[in-house]
């Protein structure tokens, strides 16, 4: 149905910045619920932040406020997280997902909302 690619992911010292990417197939972004998840190892898989399709409007867990930014760009089919100011916390594999549904607000960041995923791409913040 809808295939999802991240990429952009690396390293990166504490304190400083990636972006990463989404590319989406199959079905047009703006018809999209789309999310940014992470897991880190031996920890479960968390959400970062999400865009509705119905509007630009985002949604986050409290620790990236202010630092992570979810942007979409419709003509590339491409939705983009910028990371700053990364911390050592911040390292796991981020995982891409979207949904052709319309969640509500409160369902976005549940991971049983989305039935795409990305394959995932490895951020590592350290010294």
């Known amino acids: 149905q809808v295939q999802l690619v991240e990429s952009g992911g690396g390293w990166v010292q504490p304190g400083g910045s990636l972006r990463l990417s989404c590319a989406a197939s199959g079905r047009a972004t703006n018809t999209l619920a789309m999310a940014w998840f992470r897991q880190a190892p031996g920890k479960e898989r968390e959400f970062v932040i999400a865009?509705?399709?119905?509007?630009?409007?985002?949604y986050s867990r409290d620790s990236v406020k202010g630092r992570f930014t979810l942007s979409r760009d419709n003509r590339e089919n491409t939705v983009y997280l910028q990371m700053n100011y990364l911390q050592p916390d911040d390292t796991a594999v981020y995982y891409c997902?979207?949904?052709?549904?319309?969640?509500?607000?409160?369902?976005?960041?549940?991971?049983?909302?989305?039935?795409?995923w990305g394959q995932g791409t490895q951020v590592t913040v350290s010294p």
């Open positions: 997902a979207a949904t052709t549904g319309s969640p509500i607000v409160s369902s976005l960041g549940l991971a049983t909302t989305y039935e795409n």
């Open positions: 865009i509705r399709r119905s509007n630009s409007n985002t």
